[in-house]
């Protein structure tokens, strides 16, 4: 006999167990779903939203009015402020990556739906870019860390801007 097949013969008995424990190990990595990936470390849990006020039409006007004259309970209009005064406020909440993993799989239907975005939530989106440039309208389009995904519009024409902001950073574009 060879010496390969001397050494399986003495061994058989450790060589099966050695095989058996790999089986399980994986079995049992398998049933408990243990993730053996590295955890990412550059991940976002906020999300600036703007909060706009919308046109107000009359009965909304009528029943503000009435409030200033009669509040039931606190005071929400101080008589300093305007009724059509702008009222922004931001609001942070987790699942700015809601919009990224919704349109993960698919960089088309991303693209399209980075074209109903704020600026603002555009700027900021690890998924997003905001281009612009002097020749360039500002909007939102499909991009990651190396800047947009797309090089052409759906016309096949090369995109051109001057700068984009990705995650609320300004990149400049050299030509």
């Known amino acids: 006999m060879s010496d390969i097949q001397n050494f399986i013969y003495e061994n058989y008995k450790f060589i099966i167990a050695l095989v058996l424990t790999f089986?399980?190990?994986?079995v049992f990595i398998s049933v408990y779903n243990?993730?053996?990936?590295t955890?990412?470390?550059?991940t976002k849990l906020a999300q600036v939203v703007t909060v706009e006020t919308f046109n107000v039409d009359e009965s909304?006007?009528?029943?503000?009015n009435e409030y200033k004259k009669n509040p039931s309970v606190g005071s929400l209009y101080h008589s300093d402020q305007s009724d059509y005064a702008d009222y922004t406020e931001e609001i942070s909440f987790p699942g700015d990556a809601s919009f990224c993993d919704k349109h993960s799989s698919n960089p088309t239907d991303l693209e399209r739906a980075s074209h109903n975005l704020s600026s603002q939530t555009c700027k900021n989106l690890p998924c997003t870019?905001?281009?612009?440039?002097?020749?360039?309208?500002?909007?939102c389009i499909a991009a990651n860390k190396y800047g947009p995904i797309f090089k052409k519009d759906s016309n096949g024409n090369l995109i051109t801007m001057d700068y984009y902001?990705?995650?609320g950073?300004?990149?400049?574009?050299?030509k």
């Open 23 to 26: 089986i399980g190990l994986l």
């Open 34 to 37: 243990i993730n053996l990936e």
């Open 39 to 42: 955890p990412k470390s550059n």
């Open 60 to 64: 909304i006007k009528k029943g503000l």
């Open 129 to 139: 870019a905001l281009i612009g440039g002097a020749n360039t309208e500002e909007r």
């Open 165 to 167: 902001y990705y995650q």
């Open 169 to 174: 950073t300004k990149y400049n574009v050299s």
